[in-house]
T-cell receptor, first 113, second 117 residues
Framework: DAKTTQPNSMESNEEEPVHLPCNHSTISGTDYIHWYRQLPSQGPEYVIHGLTSNVNNRMASLAIAEDRKSSTLILHRATLRDAAVYYCILRTDYGGATNKLIFGTGTLLAVQP | DSGVTQTPKHLITATGQRVTLRCSPRSGDLSVYWYQQSLDQGLQFLIQYYNGEERAKGNILERFSAQQFPDLHSELNLSSLELGDSALYFC????????????????FGAGTRLSVL
């Protein structure tokens, strides 16, 4: 699986938008971009995924660069409950792919009241 | 609530002992995955079962084993425990193990915290 790079930590204020970046310069055409998050003392939780087009769901939006070498997870209005570690993960169906998730170190998001 | 249930929540045991961690997947999910989260190694994939059969293996020690039963619940057995085995162990489930890896979503339980003293 291709590698992703995320900042170790970010801070945000409550009620403000948050943009969490992820670089994946070696992404292949078949790689989907997934985001999971892990709230304190909980298991990881699926957030969103996409391939080429921007995606929206009830939790967040995913903006994918035109060259697909980077993406941004957008939380439109951060709440204290969004404080978590956010993981950007690439997944593919081909080339010896398996169903396991490969977690990096993620971005620790702190939300200030 | 992800629908994945793990028991026990906490486990404290001594070195050399054997423990069993249990996971009940979401209703209808055929795949179960086990992950280990430690401070120095982060979240790492251990093993996957699909409908009772082992499907993929990660960095799982020989002292560890798992199985998935006909009712689809899974157990992770850890034996000859060492201090370094202290970690959070997560179980996840998904509906399919087919070839659709790239779009497959995994749902995680709350984990079992193992402390080996």
């Amino acid at each position: 699986d291709a590698k992703t790079t995320q900042p170790n930590s970010m801070e945000s204020n409550e009620e403000e938008p948050v943009h969490l970046p992820c670089n994946h310069s070696t992404i292949s055409g078949t790689d989907y971009i997934h985001w999971y998050r892990q709230l304190p003392s909980q298991g990881p939780e699926y957030v969103i995924h996409g391939l080429t087009s921007n995606v929206n769901n009830r939790m967040a939006s995913l903006a994918i660069a035109e060259d697909r070498k980077s993406s941004t997870l957008i939380l439109h209005r951060a709440t204290l409950r969004d404080a978590a570690v956010y993981y950007c993960i690439l997944r593919t169906d081909y080339g010896g792919a398996t169903n396991k998730l490969i977690f990096g170190t993620g971005t620790l998001l702190a939300v200030q009241p | 609530d992800s629908g994945v249930t793990q028991t026990p929540k906490h486990l404290i045991t001594a070195t050399g002992q054997r423990v069993t961690l249990r996971c009940s997947p979401r209703s209808g999910d055929l795949s179960v995955y086990w992950y280990q989260q430690s401070l120095d190694q982060g979240l790492q994939f251990l093993i996957q079962y699909y409908n009772g059969e082992e499907r993929a293996k990660g960095n799982i020690l020989e002292r560890f084993s798992a199985q998935q039963f006909p009712d689809l619940h899974s157990e992770l057995n850890l034996s000859s425990l060492e201090l370094g085995d202290s970690a959070l162990y997560f179980c996840a489930s998904s509906h399919t193990s087919g070839r659709e890896f790239a779009k497959n979503i995994q749902y995680f339980g709350a984990g079992t915290r193992l402390s080996v003293l």
